[in-house]
């Protein structure tokens, strides 16, 4: 049995495999110390699993933001590249990986054996990430399950021009002032987003078949 750690900036994350079959696993919000959050969450997984310690498993990867922290990894792999293998895993036939995580984005390019051949990310503002659409959700005043769904219902969403997510709070709050329907500004947020993302697969070139991954691949509304 191996294992798998991704600490992230919001959330750890831990995958137990026996024979290449998933028999635990656990995403838990990030403590303030990446090695409490790398614990807590291989902790779950090990009890979802029905296995007693760490010392059960014959080889851990740790990876993300937090991922030199793990202090039980006997490896560490950047998110890249196991992005680019877990999809593949998932599905041979997947090419691009577009990764929306709590603190940047990603488009990523695979080959046909799942190795990394270029990737773009968009890691020195919080635009276009899961940080940004809690800021937009606390803005409305609604959950984030709320802006999904509220939006798919929108026929005329409106225009979000803010590419910083502080201004395009204000924004926001402006058009919510001026009586537009929290369901339209819901999809101009999800537009806004799917825009720039456009830009950044645009960038390295799409190929399908494409794998979305991250907290933001649930928002219906933006894929």
Do not use: W
């Not at 798998?4 to 403590?31: N, R, Y």
């Not at 593949?88 to 997947?94: C, E, G, K, T, V």
């Not at 058009?175 to 947020?189: S, T």
């Amino acid at each position: 049995m191996v294992g798998g750690c991704d600490v992230g900036s919001t959330t750890g994350k831990a995958l137990i495999l026996c024979h290449g079959q998933v028999i635990g696993h656990a995403i838990i919000p990030c403590e303030v110390r990446p090695e409490k959050t790398a614990e807590l969450a291989l902790s779950k997984a090990l009890n979802a699993a029905s296995l007693p310690t760490e010392t059960a498993l014959g080889y851990v990867v740790g990876t993300g933001y937090g991922r030199v922290r793990i202090p039980f990894a006997d490896e560490n792999v950047s998110e890249i590249t196991c992005h680019g293998l877990g999809a593949f895993h998932l599905n041979s036939r997947q090419r691009t990986v577009i990764d929306i995580g709590g603190q940047d984005c990603k488009v990523i390019k695979i080959n046909a054996a799942g190795k990394v051949v270029d990737f773009t990310m968009n890691d020195k503002c919080a635009a276009g990430t899961g940080r940004f659409f809690e800021a937009m959700a606390r803005a409305l005043d609604i959950t984030l399950e709320d802006l999904s769904e509220m939006s798919l219902g929108s026929e005329n969403p409106a225009q979000i021009t803010s590419q910083c997510s502080v201004f395009a709070e204000s924004e926001v709050i402006t058009l919510l002032n001026e009586g537009v329907e929290i369901k339209d500004i819901a999809a101009g947020i999800n537009e806004a987003i799917a825009s720039r993302l456009a830009v950044m697969v645009r960038k390295i070139g799409l190929e399908e078949e494409v794998a979305v991954s991250g907290g933001c691949a649930k928002n219906k509304g933006l894929i």
